[in-house]
């Protein structure tokens, strides 16, 4: 039998998959994608560097730069989910708000690490 894990993970529902945002500003999107793209560029170089051998500090310099630009995508779009999505539900009352709250917590304590 297999050790139990501290860790519970919820698994994704059929809901899960085909739930889309409220409202999604289409400038946020652009230079969300922009961003997300320049991060796939530097994970490229990331990968390039362990491949030629690079200096470690280096290396490490640019992860840390590939963290930061992906928190900045995470803050936009924490900003839409909260002035769309969140404020949608929250007008809307009952369990749907209730819902969202949880998901708000959740979301603040996952992503504060």
Known sequence: ????????????TPRDAERKAVGVDSDAKS?????????EGQVRGLQKMVEDDRYCADIMTQISSTHEA???V???????????CAASAI????EEASEMY?????????HSR
């Open 1 to 12: 039998m297999p050790a139990p894990t501290s860790k519970t993970r919820k698994t994704a």
């Open 31 to 39: 230079r969300n994608l922009l961003r997300l793209r320049r991060i």
């Open 70 to 72: 992906l928190r900045a």
């Open 74 to 84: 995470g803050r936009e779009l924490m900003r839409n989910h909260l002035k769309h």
């Open 91 to 94: 007008k809307s009352g009952g």
């Open 102 to 110: 949880d998901e708000l917590v959740d979301m603040m304590y996952k």
